[in-house]
């Protein structure tokens, strides 16, 4: 098991360039959104719980195990 999930905060997502890459793939524009940073302290898994996230949401288990798969 990596030492990635959608448990992680995002600040450590968007810091590493593979998890950084899986965030892009599923959410275009997403490493060169300054509001990110308001949700840094955050993990991918409560980020994806607001309803601005739904579409995302669906796919939870999918971007898990990519970053799972991380090293």
Do not use: Y
Request: glycine share 4%.
């Amino acid at each position: 098991m990596g030492k990635f999930s959608v448990d992680s905060k995002m600040k450590e997502l968007l810091r590493n360039p593979q998890t950084a890459d899986i965030l892009e793939k599923w959410c275009p524009g997403t490493k060169e959104n300054p509001s990110m940073k308001l949700v840094g302290a955050m993990t991918l898994r409560k980020v994806l719980a607001f309803p601005e996230s739904a579409e995302l949401a669906v796919h939870l288990e999918e971007m898990d195990a990519e970053l799972k798969a991380v090293e």
